[in-house]
């Protein structure tokens, strides 16, 4: 069974620090891998797909990258903000269509 | 505006009321699915839809029920809720698997006594 693992739980840095969060996961045969945020009391919202053919992924100031031969996948935010504090989650889109894999997130605070 | 509807935002009931969580997508898409999340443990797929009258299970499917009898609906039945069943309920929806961004409703928070 997959298992999708992200590290570190909780992350809190001053504003403007560029940071890495990081996914990882244990079975390789991926379709995809997908990256999330999610804001307390809210759904969670899409920031990137990766799909297993691609290395990386980019939008704004985020990036998203993809090993999946190591099962690694790391999102890359450039210059955070206040605005960005949030809880950030990987999902792997599995073998079997349809079914997708959570890790259990990164807690995020960027203090001003 | 296009949207994933999850009813009720809230609901608490008592062990063994049948209950429904109803799902609605105004995007025409294909697939859809059911999560629940728990603290450390994070979301967990209960169901999905790949298409209508298509239904599979995911990790945690006991104790659910689903049905896709139309593309826009995904109702989630609870025939009888138990209190290990009291969780946030997601609902989610894309274009097709595996290749478009899940789109998320807002949750429904379900507690059973």
């Known amino acids: 069974k997959q298992e999708v693992t992200q590290i570190p739980a909780a992350l809190s840095v001053p504003e403007g620090e560029n940071l890495v969060l990081n996914c990882s996961f244990t079975d390789s045969a991926i379709y995809n891998l997908q990256w999330f945020r999610q804001d307390p009391g809210k759904g969670l919202t899409s920031l990137l797909l990766?799909?297993?053919?691609?290395r990386e992924q980019t939008s704004g100031r985020l990036n998203a990258s993809l090993d999946k031969s190591s099962g690694r996948s790391t999102l890359y935010i450039a210059a955070s903000q206040p605005g960005d504090s949030a809880t950030y989650l990987c999902?792997?889109?599995?073998?079997?269509?349809?079914?997708?894999?959570f890790g259990r997130g990164t807690q995020l605070t960027v203090w001003p | 505006e296009a949207q994933v509807t999850q009813n009720p935002r809230y609901l608490i009931t008592v062990t063994g009321k049948k209950l429904t969580v109803t799902c609605s997508q105004n995007m025409n898409h294909e697939y859809m699915s059911w999560y629940r999340q728990d603290p450390g443990l994070g979301l967990r797929q209960i169901y999905y839809s790949m298409n209508v009258e298509v239904t599979d299970k995911g990790d945690v499917p006991e104790g659910y029920k689903v049905s896709r009898k139309e593309k826009r609906n995904f109702p989630l039945i609870l025939e009888s809720p138990s209190p290990n069943q009291t969780s946030l309920y997601f609902c989610?929806?894309?274009?097709?698997?595996?290749?478009?961004?899940?789109?998320f409703g807002n949750g429904t928070r379900l507690t059973v006594t």
């Open positions: 990766i799909q297993s053919s691609q």
């Open positions: 999902a792997v889109g599995g073998s079997t269509l349809g079914r997708l894999y």
């Open positions: 989610a929806s894309s274009p097709n698997r595996p290749n478009s961004p899940l789109h």
